[in-house]
Structure formats: C-alpha cells, structure tokens
C-alpha cells in the first residue's frame, strides 16, 4: 500500500465530488482507517471537492479539478486543486463567530481542518490547492502527537 | 442513497420525514423545497424528523440553518427530531446544536410547541 498513487483529472460537475469521495472511501479504507476515520477523510474530500467545482472553478466545463491521493510512509495524503481566482486563507471567515452562526455557507474549510490532521492551502496562480493529510495510527513514523 | 421527504400532520405539527443524504444537489434542493412549500402554505410548526439520515454535508448543513431561519422570520418555530450520532456530531463541532431546538421523542416534541 504504501507508495500507492490514484491520479486524476476531474470536470467542474457535481458528479466529480461524488467521484472524488467514493475514491477516496477505498482509498482509505485500503489503508487501513476505522469506520469513523474513513467517514471523516470522505467529509473532508468531498468538502475541498465542493470548494474546488463550486467556489474555485465556479462549474466552468473548460476549468478542471486536479485529484490526487497517496499513501506514504506514515499518512494518507489528498491533493486537490482547481483554477479558479483563488483562496486566501487569511481572509475565511470563522464559521463559530456569532454573527456567522446562522450563514447558509462557509463551513466547508472548518470541516475540513476539523476532520483531517494537516491542511495546507496553496494559491497558484490561478487557483488554489488544498492538500489534506491524516496521520495511519501505528505506522512508522507516526507524528500525530507530535503535531498536535 | 438520495434523499426523500415524506410529510405529515400530528397535532396541527408539520413532520417531515428526512431518509437518505442531505448533500450539495438534490438533497439540499428537496429540503429547502418541502420547507418553503409548508411555509408557504401557513405551516408555523414544522418538525424534521432526521432519524434516517445517514449523512449530511456542509450544504446540508446551510439548508438546515436556512429552513430554521424561514420559519422563524414567518413567525414559526422549526425543531429537529432523531438525530443520528453522525448529524448530532456534526451539529456540535458546528456549533449548531445549541441553536436548533433537538427532541429525541416525536410525541414529546409536538407537545414542545407553543
């Protein structure tokens, strides 16, 4: 399992985020997370997949959604990324500040980190990329605690 | 597994029963369609029944919290009944439970209105 690599190139659709979740479901359940684990690495892939089709590429067909996952050593690793105008990290409103309580939208980013042990948020120029990364409990090299 | 609403009256309460995902597309749109379609028709007291919903997504979420403003801006109240562990969950790391009136017992919640 480890060095395993799933590369691919996603449309701007809303069939892509059901895609992207599925895949990373096995993905991850290839390598080995529990139940709940798995259901929250799926969350976290189908919250930056939303992010990538909706808020990054706006559903452009002629914008494509990169998606990659990987496991190495010690982590399962998702890359995504999109063309759109981009991301400033600075700039995500919290989502538990009372006044944005009661917004329809902007939980996607604070699920993500809430579920996944690293994020990273990337602009590109154009676009963004948000890689996910979530520690496999026990193997070698493990630094969950470390980075916590 | 897509989602599906099927509603009821007990007691002048709305019931709504949610099964399947609350998720960006279809789940979402068959939610805020139901909720503004009793709304619009004069319901005050509506109660989600969310007992067979398996999973729910950040839209999901938004569509909760927008249902639960609707109503309240017409004057009515909007609870949720039969939480799974997975929507309880979630609502907590959100904040959102505090906010949304939770029941766990159908019969006691349709009393709970005013």
Same mark, same amino acid.
């Given at each position: 399992?480890? &060095?395993?690599?799933?590369?691919?190139?996603?449309?701007?659709?809303?069939?892509?985020?059901?895609?992207?979740?599925?895949?990373?479901?096995?993905?991850?359940?290839? %390598?080995g997370?529990?139940?709940?684990?798995?259901?929250?690495i799926?969350?976290?892939?189908?919250?930056?997949?939303?992010?990538?089709?909706?808020?990054g590429? %706006? #559903?452009?067909?002629?914008? *494509?959604?990169?998606?990659?996952?990987?496991?190495?050593?010690?982590?399962?690793?998702?890359t995504?990324?999109?063309q759109?105008?981009?991301?400033d990290?600075?700039?995500?409103?919290?989502?538990?500040?009372?006044e944005?309580?009661?917004?329809?939208?902007?939980r &996607?980013?604070?699920?993500?980190?809430?579920?996944?042990?690293?994020?990273?948020?990337?602009?590109?120029?154009?676009?963004?990329?948000? *890689?996910?990364?979530?520690?496999?409990?026990?193997?070698?090299?493990?630094? *969950?605690?470390?980075s916590? | 597994?897509?989602?599906?609403?099927?509603?009821?009256?007990?007691?002048?309460?709305?019931?709504?029963?949610?099964?399947?995902r609350?998720?960006?597309?279809?789940?979402?749109?068959?939610?805020?369609?139901?909720?503004?379609?009793?709304?619009g028709?004069?319901?005050?007291?509506?109660?989600?029944?969310?007992?067979?919903?398996? #999973? +729910?997504?950040?839209?999901? +979420?938004?569509?909760?919290v927008?249902?639960?403003?609707?109503?309240?801006?017409?004057?009515?109240?909007?609870?949720?009944?039969?939480?799974?562990?997975?929507?309880?969950?979630?609502?907590?790391?959100?904040?959102?439970?505090?906010?949304?009136?939770?029941?766990?017992?159908?019969?006691?919640?349709? *009393?709970? #209105?005013?």
């Open positions: 399992m480890v &060095g395993k690599r799933v590369t691919l190139t996603l449309d701007s659709t809303l069939d892509s985020v059901n895609s992207a979740e599925e895949s990373a479901t096995r993905f991850a359940a290839s %390598a997370f529990d139940e709940d684990e798995i259901a929250r799926s969350m976290a892939v189908r919250e930056a997949t939303i992010n990538a089709v909706l808020h590429n %706006a #559903y452009d067909p002629a914008k *494509k959604v990169g998606f990659q996952l990987e496991r190495t050593r010690d982590s399962m690793v998702i995504i990324t999109d759109g105008q981009g991301l990290p600075g700039k995500i409103p919290d989502p538990l500040a009372p944005n309580l009661l917004k329809q939208s902007g &996607g980013i604070f699920l993500i980190r809430a579920f996944m042990d690293e994020v990273q948020i990337r602009q590109l120029h154009p676009g963004t990329e948000l *890689k996910l990364i979530k520690h496999v409990p026990g193997a070698a090299g493990d630094n *969950k605690e470390a916590q | 597994m897509s989602m599906k609403a099927n509603t009821r009256q007990v007691n002048g309460v709305m019931i709504v029963d949610l099964s399947g609350i998720t960006l597309g279809e789940g979402s749109v068959i939610l805020r369609d139901t909720v503004r379609d009793l709304v028709k004069g319901n005050k007291k509506i109660l989600l029944n969310l007992g067979e919903v398996n #999973y +729910i997504d950040s839209s999901g +979420i938004g569509e909760l927008s249902a639960f403003t609707t109503v309240r801006n017409q004057g009515g109240e909007l609870k949720l009944l039969n939480l799974t562990k997975k929507v309880h969950d979630l609502l907590q790391i959100t904040k959102l439970y505090t906010v949304f009136d939770v029941k766990d017992d159908e019969t006691a919640a349709i *009393k709970s #209105y005013k």
